[in-house]
């Protein structure tokens, strides 16, 4: 009973380092995306993907790639980490673009 | 001025009390309402959807007034369990693409 899945759960980097966050779902969804929380603010979409091969910008994409080689996997690469990166992220997988969000438990990230 | 507002709270209630939130959002042209709900440091999982007409499930009611733009949620009968922040999410735009408010968090006392 899997679900989303996202790991790491916590992060520290130093400022200029790399990452990715891993996303994987078991539920067969077509629609995969990352959001990041801030406090005071709702949550923010990064990119989002609509199927294998395909993926697109949200509102805050600067800073972030992605790609999706497989309908389970959606990864997210931050290429040079910044303090204002410092954030809570969530990866999500819905059915269809009007279905329901699952979320993964979230990685905390801090950016020194 | 944001797209979906929500008061912050924390509203603090009584067990046992109603309790009801609303949250504004600017875009006519939004096709679909949903709350979320999350729980302290996890993740949020959806509470209900919103339907023109009004919808319930068990002790929440969730409404949607498309002349004032506001969508609300009514909790009845609270329990120690609803303690959690309430997120409101409204489409945008033909591809429905998802605005979040900030949240309301509610806080149940014993």
């Known amino acids: 009973n899997a679900g989303v899945t996202q790991t790491p759960k916590f992060q520290v980097l130093k400022t200029g380092q790399s990452m990715t966050l891993q996303c994987a779902q078991d539920?067969?969804?077509?629609?995969m995306s990352w959001y990041r929380q801030d406090p005071g603010m709702g949550l923010r979409l990064i990119h989002y993907?609509?199927?294998?091969?395909?993926?697109d910008q949200g509102e805050v994409p600067n800073g972030y790639n992605v790609s999706r080689s497989t309908t389970e996997d959606f990864p997210l690469r931050l290429l040079s980490a910044a303090p204002s990166q410092t954030s809570v992220y969530f990866c999500?997988?819905?059915?269809?673009?009007?279905?329901?969000?699952?979320f993964g438990e979230g990685s905390r990230l801090t950016v020194l | 001025r944001k797209e979906v507002e929500q008061d912050p709270g924390p509203f603090n209630v009584p067990e046992g009390a109603t309790v009801a939130f609303n949250c504004t959002y600017s875009?006519?042209?939004?096709?679909?309402f949903f709350w979320y709900r999350q729980d302290c440091r996890k993740e949020p999982k959806l509470l209900m959807s919103?339907?023109?007409?009004?919808n319930e499930d068990g002790r929440f009611t969730a409404q949607l007034n498309r002349a004032s733009q506001y969508i609300s949620l009514l909790i009845r009968d609270s329990k120690l369990s609803d303690s959690a922040t309430y997120l409101c999410v409204v489409t945008r735009g033909s591809n429905y693409q998802l605005i979040w408010g900030a949240g309301t968090k509610l806080i149940i006392k014993p």
């Open positions: 993907s609509v199927g294998a091969g395909i993926t």
């Open positions: 919103v339907y023109s007409s009004g």
């Open positions: 539920m067969n969804h077509e629609y």
């Open positions: 875009n006519s042209a939004s096709q679909s």
């Open positions: 999500a997988s819905q059915k269809g673009v009007t279905g329901e969000l699952f």
